[in-house]
Nanobody, 127 residues
Framework: QVQLVESGGGLVQSGGSLRLSCAAS????????VGWFRQAPGKEREGVSC????????NYADSVKGRFTASRDNAKNMMYLQMNSLKPEDTAVYYC????????????????????WGQGTQVTVSS
């Protein structure tokens, strides 16, 4: 059974940090580009970061550049999102996702939708 399961969400004060994890099972993450996405109440889902499967290069949404760091550990079939300097506007449900192939761009992910989604984890940043 193919699954992506996020963990690590929670409530944090503005300026704080959280680390999200995503565990893949039922498939080999190594062959997939992976990404993190978020959806705030009343807003469309947006891309946060994507990591290529080949060279592991990352790209980020402008809103999180310099604050968030995405990474992957193919040996563990895991991916991570380190979130620092969190702001109230970062409050959302965060999803991990995977797409077969090498590269994936956070800006045009809707043109290349994921093959698999996680169920999401809530991140709430208080002011």
């Amino acid at each position: 059974q193919v699954q992506l399961v996020e963990s690590g969400g929670g409530l944090v004060q503005s300026g704080g940090s959280l680390r999200l994890s995503c565990a893949a099972s039922g498939f080999t993450l190594e062959h997939f580009a992976v990404g993190w996405f978020r959806q705030a109440p009343g807003k469309e889902r947006e891309g946060v970061s994507c990591i290529s499967s080949g060279d592991g290069s990352t790209n980020y949404a402008d809103s999180v550049k310099g604050r968030f760091t995405a990474s992957r550990d193919n040996a563990k079939n895991m991916m991570y999102l380190q979130m620092n300097s969190l702001k109230p506007e970062d409050t959302a449900v965060y999803y991990c996702a995977a797409r077969w192939g090498t590269s994936w761009n956070v800006e045009d992910w809707r043109l290349q939708p994921p093959d698999y989604w996680g169920q999401g984890t809530q991140v709430t940043v208080s002011s």
